[in-house]
């Protein structure tokens, strides 16, 4: 007689295990796509720059310069520099934004605005994408009659 109340009572208690498992599981069909994503300056590679002794570059994001005040990368032929020099550019998009993040090049002493060299654009639509954690690159090779650079930003999922 124990025996059958023991087992019964098994049995109810791993009916209720069962049931909390299925209503913790996601729907049929659900994907855990991103919502937002993080957008940052990956780095910046200089092939040909406008001047002989190099250019003094700044990224334009949303209307802000990296780095800030009169500070700059400067950059020679054969230079890399990495999101760092540039006091590390980042956003945040949803999937329908988009973040442009702009290479400028800026004349000192004054360091304004300067020259827009190009431009690499991060997308919502390839934030929706991502799942959370997994990364993609955006390359743009950025050409002008007197200067090449190759910018890249990294876009990460939430």
Same mark, same amino acid.
């Given at each position: 007689?124990?025996?059958?109340? $023991?087992?019964?009572? +098994? ?5 209720? *295990? ?10 049929? !069909? ?5 919502? *937002?994503?993080?957008?940052? $300056?990956?780095?910046?590679?200089? @092939? ?14 949303? !209307? @802000? ?12 032929? !054969? ?9 590390? #550019?980042?956003?945040?998009?949803? *999937?329908?934004?988009?973040?442009? +993040?702009?290479?400028?090049?800026? *004349? #000192? #002493?004054?360091?304004?605005? !300067?020259? /827009? ?21 955006? #390359? /743009? ?5 007197? @200067?090449?650079? @190759? ?8």
């Amino acid at each position: 007689m124990r025996s059958h109340k $023991l087992i019964r009572a +098994l049995a109810l208690m791993a009916g209720l *295990t069962v049931s909390a498992a299925v209503s913790a599981a996601s729907p049929v !069909g659900a994907t855990s796509a991103a919502t *937002t994503c993080r957008v940052e $300056l990956d780095l910046v590679d200089a @092939y040909d720059t406008e001047e002989n002794n190099g250019d003094e570059i700044k990224i334009n994001l949303a !209307g @802000y310069m990296y780095p800030s005040g009169n500070q700059y990368a400067a950059m020679n032929n !054969g230079d890399r520099a990495y999101s760092g020099n540039f006091a590390s #550019p980042t956003t945040t998009i949803g *999937t329908t934004g988009s973040a442009l +993040l702009s290479l400028r090049e800026v *004349t #000192p #002493p004054v360091v304004g605005q !300067g020259k /827009q060299l190009g431009s690499v654009t991060a997308w919502g639509s390839t934030c929706a994408t991502l799942a959370t954690g997994q990364i993609t690159y955006i #390359p /743009q090779h950025i050409f002008g009659g007197d @200067y090449w650079y @190759y910018m890249s930003l990294v876009m990460t999922g939430p």
